[in-house]
């Protein structure tokens, strides 16, 4: 039964660029959540996918944007990167009517 | 807005004392309190939770008490060992859908010596 997965492990931008980052959630989750980490800090809620739907959203601009496909499985999409996007980028799956939310390993993500 | 306190940011302690980390929540309608463990590196990983009707709950080494009144809610570790070393995180969500948005603390460094 494998668990959260992620991909890719790390990434290496420039500002400006995009990045797509990728999750796949624990067998039988059906809710995709994504976090930021920057060093040092607690994780900040970004957004929630259920049904193929962003459900939720945290206070992040609409450079930060995703999707989740008929497998639950989810992609994170950051537009126009700036410095201040580096950070670890989890995602966390659930399902939905249970509390428990369970990380994936995380992308590291570095824009120059 | 929704906030999570977290207290101390680093504690040191010697192999078989005990460890406690304080949260305080801001949002009297929140119900549910996980923590997490997050070793350099890795993904932060449940340890424990509790919800709001209950005020307190144990797993072997590992406690957590809640206080709705003072919205307080606290790790306890007992007779630590040096693999407990990590950053420890709480967190709390609200309803009605409680796999909605954690709100973390800033987290705590726990340095456990032999």
């Known amino acids: 039964d494998a668990g959260v997965t992620q991909s890719p492990t790390h990434l290496i931008k420039t500002r400006g660029q995009q990045v797509t980052l990728r999750c796949s959630p624990k067998s039988g989750h059906d809710t995709v959540s994504w976090y930021q980490q920057a060093l040092g800090q607690g994780p900040q809620f970004i957004f929630q996918y259920y049904e193929e739907e962003e459900r939720q959203r945290g206070n992040f601009p609409d450079r930060f944007s995703g999707h989740q496909f008929p497998n639950y499985s989810s992609e994170l999409n950051v537009n126009a990167l700036w410095l201040g996007d580096s950070a670890l980028y989890l995602c966390?799956?659930?399902?939905?009517?249970?509390?428990?939310?369970?990380f994936g390993p995380g992308t590291r993500l570095t824009v120059l | 807005g929704e906030n999570v306190e977290q207290h101390p940011s680093t504690l040191s302690v010697q192999e078989g004392d005990s460890a406690v980390i304080k949260c305080t929540y801001s949002?009297?309608?929140?119900?549910?309190f996980p923590w997490y463990k997050q070793e350099l590196g890795k993904r932060p990983q449940l340890i424990i939770d509790?919800?709001?009707?209950?005020g307190e709950k144990k797993d072997q080494r590992i406690a957590v008490t809640l206080n709705k009144t003072a919205k307080h809610f606290s790790l306890h570790i007992t007779e630590t060992q040096p693999e407990d070393s990590a950053v420890y995180f709480c967190?709390?969500?609200?309803?009605?859908?409680?796999?909605?948005?954690?709100?973390f603390g800033t987290g705590t460094r726990l340095q456990v010596f032999p």
């Open positions: 949002d009297s309608a929140s119900n549910y």
């Open positions: 966390a799956s659930s399902s939905s009517g249970r509390d428990e939310q369970f």
């Open positions: 509790i919800r709001s009707n209950v």
């Open positions: 967190a709390a969500s609200t309803p009605p859908r409680n796999t909605d948005k954690l709100i």
